[in-house]
């Protein structure tokens, strides 16, 4: 298995990425290709023992920023890392491309040079939430800003298959996220949704509202881009602040408290644990035509590792072509 990755993508691009995929290398086996500026990835390779490792290089000249336009970097700069590691992808000289890039940047160039599953008319991006007693998945986590009823039945589609094949849990609950339970309540994207969805074979429970996506009411989570990524950038806010707080609350206080605290120790660990986005690593973006996956941009090495176990675990499922199989069943073959 050969996974290419975009080793100038991220904030702390190219460290925490070559770092990352060393550690991805030992532990899983796997051919990694980093691509990107040469000689800073192999100063970088330097530090680290990587004898016997396959990993190689290769170059590329360019790197598209964070804040540059998705589809004008895209025109631009086809010698970015971004780019030439979607190609390699795109002619088969590796499995899957790994990027904590321009998300958008990544969304816009695998369309272009990767092109989308038959019948599918949007791909989605998914993102996994802590719950009581697993994860859920919720798509689309920032793909599409704006939505049209058979884009989120597609979502739907989608979403079950990934989390059947990859977190193999049995048949995945299938929620649409509305601000109210009731098929009545929401705005007519999600009315007009709730009844496509219906007519698939996922195992739909309905509306749920915000409150529940952390509830373990559903496994997989559908809304529209704009929504998706509100909630998980609140979500990953709210982990990262409130033991922020927990931890100003402690300090300074009576020796019972700070007692209390270190035999707590283990479940806080806990709960950090699953708050903890470098937990999943990366996020898969579905209904394309290969296996492309959106790190975040401040990844640290533990996410970066992570990245590459999603990629794994989703190339080892064939979640793709599952995925073109059951669109296929509920397609009219519409792309807009």
């Known amino acids: 298995m050969k996974i290419a990755l975009d080793a100038m993508g991220g904030d702390n691009a190219p460290e925490i990425e070559v770092e990352g995929a060393v550690l991805a290398a030992k532990e899983f086996g796997i051919e990694v290709i980093l691509v990107g500026d040469k000689k800073r990835i192999e100063a970088e390779l330097e530090k680290y023992k990587t004898k016997g490792l396959a990993i190689s290089i290769v170059h590329a000249s360019e790197v598209i920023g964070m804040h540059e336009s998705p589809t004008d970097a895209y025109k631009q700069k086809k010698d970015s890392s971004l780019v030439v590691g979607i190609k390699l992808v795109k002619d088969k000289k590796a499995d899957a491309l790994i990027s904590a890039g321009n998300t958008g940047a990544v969304m816009a160039t695998a369309l272009f040079e990767l092109g989308r599953l038959k019948g599918v008319a949007r791909p989605a991006l998914g ?6 007693h697993g994860r859920a998945l919720i798509l689309d986590a920032g793909a599409n800003a704006d939505c049209k009823p058979k884009h989120l039945q597609q ?3 989608m979403g079950a298959v990934y989390y059947n094949d990859v977190i193999k849990a049995g048949t995945p609950r299938v929620g649409l996220l509305s ?3 009731e098929e009545t309540k929401g705005n007519e994207l999600t009315i007009e949704a709730s009844k496509l969805i219906k007519a698939t074979n996922v ?3 309905g509306n749920i509202e915000g409150r529940d996506i952390l509830s373990d009411k559903a496994d997989v989570i559908v809304c529209d ?4 990524n509100v909630v998980l950038k609140f979500a990953e806010s709210l982990a990262k602040n409130f033991f922020a707080i927990l931890k100003a609350e402690l300090s300074g206080k009576s020796i019972f408290i700070s007692v209390a605290a270190w035999i ?4 806080f660990k806990g709960i950090i644990k699953k708050t903890d986005y470098a937990e999943y690593g990366s996020a898969p ?3 394309i035509n290969g296996y492309i996956f959106v790190g975040h941009g401040s990844s640290n090495v533990k996410a970066m590792k992570n990245a590459f176990k999603t990629a794994v675990e989703s190339i080892q499922s064939k979640v793709q072509d599952h995925i073109a199989e059951e669109i296929k069943k509920f397609s009219n073959n519409e792309t807009e």
Do not use: D, R, T
């Not at 707590?264 to 479940?267: I, Q, R, T, Y």
């Open 127 to 132: 993102a996994f939430f802590p719950s009581k």
């Open 155 to 157: 979502f739907a589609i």
């Open 179 to 181: 601000i109210g339970e």
């Open 203 to 205: 195992n739909f429970i």
């Open 225 to 228: 881009g704009f929504v998706g």
């Open 264 to 267: 707590l120790k283990p479940v």
């Open 285 to 287: 973006l579905l209904g």
